[in-house]
């Protein structure tokens, strides 16, 4: 509970830093904050459960990741669900519609981002474990990464923008394929003086956006920024990847995903 407060500490201090960038509409944020709020609401009338320590390490033993189909009880899901879909359907911002959007794909969105209290506190209750891990998915739900940060010093972690999990990663190699050669693994540096980059993989086609702590001022080098609003942020970023022709499994909080891996942990 603390921790999911915490995050909507994080869209403040995010909505101070860029108020008046014309990259990123205020209604994202809006939106996001006002389903996080109404989500908090929902858990304090209906308590989640945590895993203990025990069953979250076994969980990852066993399945790679904690997210469990025991993690959504009853009423606490239905009662997410329907908070959810109420806010998407009244509020979602024009600049989160994707022109994809079919029927299917809203549903998928839905169900993301009714389980997104749920699995950031899976997270929050895995804090250690999560530390240590080095593989490519999150150990949170599974999902590929969604975001990257580079420190000064040159160490990389990768982040689950669904979860909030951020875990350490080789620094030159794709996330989802393996690829390390560098005249395929390549990084879009682009123009202006932005924190940001985007990592293109000509094999595979994925593309990870970036912050690059280096180019932010000297006291945000702290590997504190979180990524997952900085996903939400940086949709400008997503678009260009796109229109260069590489693509990202799903925007978890941002668009739908695919829909037979959402509904799958359910089954
Ligand atoms: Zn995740
Ligand atoms: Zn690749």
Known sequence: MR???CILDDIDVYQKRINGSAQTPKEIFTFQRELLAMQLAVLKEYPLSL?????????????????????????????????????VEEQLPEAMRSEAFNKDDISAFIWQLSARPIVMSLRSQAEEIIR?????????CGGGATFNRIRVEGTR???????????GFERFRCAFC?????????HWILEGNIPYRIELC???????????EEKLPEE??????????????????DIAAEKAGFH????????AGKVEEAISLMS
């Open 51 to 87: 895993p203990s320590k025990e069953e979250i390490v076994l969980r990852l033993k066993r399945d790679k990741r904690i997210l469990s189909p025991k993690d959504f009880t009853e009423p606490l899901w239905t009662e997410l669900l329907n908070v959810t879909k109420k806010i």
């Open 157 to 167: 972690t990768l982040a689950c923008s669904w979860c909030n999990a951020e875990w």
């Open 248 to 255: 990202r499994d799903g925007l978890l909080g941002l668009r």
């Open 132 to 140: 240590k891990w080095k593989d490519p998915n999150c150990p949170v």
């Open 178 to 186: 393996g690829e390390n050669d560098s005249d395929k693994f390549r």
């Open 220 to 237: 945000e080098r702290d590997g504190r920024r979180p990524l997952w609003v900085e996903d939400i942020g940086t949709l400008f970023l």
């Open 3 to 5: 921790e999911l407060n």
């Open 202 to 212: 000509h094999t595979c086609r994925h593309y990870l956006k970036v912050l690059t």
